[in-house]
């Protein structure tokens, strides 16, 4: 029998209708459930952008989701408010006895939610929340002496040991859709919030659950070939959901669920990076203060940057004179998506040639990137400044011109978001540079396109000595 008459669930970053665990568990315990979404203004508020591709894509999944519950007989009330503050007077005005929602460990979230709990404790509610976003979180997945894991294989193994069936299991909503309560309210529009379109249109790239789904059936069909194709930007190698896991449009139980049962490399590969995903979660969750700018590896917490005057901007701006990173930044710029071989690339450049604190790439990433995970973005900028857990090791230098000649060997990535290099031979697409200095002009070398901002051969030295003046390593610098 249900335990309650009335309950709330409030949606976050799992924006879909199907296989929700707070969902599930609100409409097992109630004999009525009301669905509610907060455009909480304590987050939107402080984005840099009031043209945010984050933002579209969020309001046109609401929207998806508003629709799908509705024509399961329910409904969502939507609000632009504080959220700490709206689901407690929400809650109170519908009549709720309790508020169903799943975890999200960054640590503002958690503060959120405790305020909210306080809050709704003070009238007399119930706070209940679930795990949705991983497959496996906290501290469910530990060493034999019960401490988190900081190595990723080892972790990998345990992850795989301690999987079953009922962890990949989906939650069957549609078993008590019938207990959805029709309510709803109408959707508040980009510019009501204070925001204004983006080209997300134009980059034709699908929201929503449908828009998940879509991705996920095509990424079927060729996860075989994951493994050889992941690499090559060029190339149709990614998923492409990972805005979509961010969201929680998708089901990261479904998605796993199906890497598992394919089997193979390419599924294999795959199944590892959500596992890379969990990883990162459960390090922030142990480890929040790798949120708030720490380093992982303490001894690198207080590293002295150089931030050479201009550096970071060239970076950002993709004036760097490396046509690889310059083309994944135009990438990330001009659609808000950067490929992750590319992140790995662009990261290491920002990090080890030019001199640049990490934090500043990552700051960088979080205001620019769709697909922005506060867990994935910590763990990865960490990983290439070789300051976090398992990370590259800091004698590990990325040369950008042999990354560019191995994963775009044609220069077909670099000449679609660099055309004023599209006439440049293949010889020398990847260190145009090195072009006969008579045929600079020719192609736009040093007046269309940059020379490089720096030598890498020479930056990689003072970045060894960084590293060794840090960690007082005697390590093999080969």
Known sequence: MPEYTRALVWLRRDLRDFDHAALYHALKSARQVVCAFIFDREILDALPQRADRRVEFLHASVAELQQALEARGGGLVVRHDHARAAIPRLAVELGAEAVFCNHDDDPAALARDAAVAAALAGEGIAFRHFKDCVVFERDEVLTAAGTPFSVFTPYKNAWLKKLTPFYLSAYPVERYADRLAAESSPLPTLAAMGFAATNLAELRLPTGMSGGARLFDDFLDRIGRYQEARDFPAVKGPSYLSVHLRFGTVSVRQLAAAAYGIGGRGAQTWLSELIWRDFYHQILWHRPEVAAGHAFKLQYDDLR????????????????????????????????????????????????????????????????????????????????????????????????????????????????????????????IHAPWTLPASEHSRYGVGDAYPLPIVDHAVQRQQALALFKSASGSVADAG
């Not at 005057?309 to 046509?323: M, Q």
């Not at 290439?384 to 042999?402: E, K, L, M, Y």
């Open 305 to 428: 940057w150089p931030n050479p005057p201009g550096h970071f901007e060239a970076w950002a701006d993709a004036r760097t004179g490396y046509p690889l990173v310059d083309a994944a930044m135009r990438q990330l710029n001009q659609t808000g998506y950067m490929h992750n071989r590319l992140r790995m690339v662009a990261a290491s450049f920002l990090v080890k040639d030019l001199l640049v604190d990490w934090r500043l790439g990552e700051r960088y990433f979080a205001d620019t990137l769709i697909d922005y995970d506060l867990a994935a973005n910590s763990g990865g900028w960490q990983w290439a400044a070789s300051v976090g857990c398992d990370a590259q090791p800091w004698f590990r230098i990325f040369n950008p011109v042999t990354q560019s000649e191995k994963f775009d060997p044609h220069g077909k990535f670099i000449r679609r978001y660099l055309p004023e290099l599209a006439r440049v031979p293949d010889k020398f």
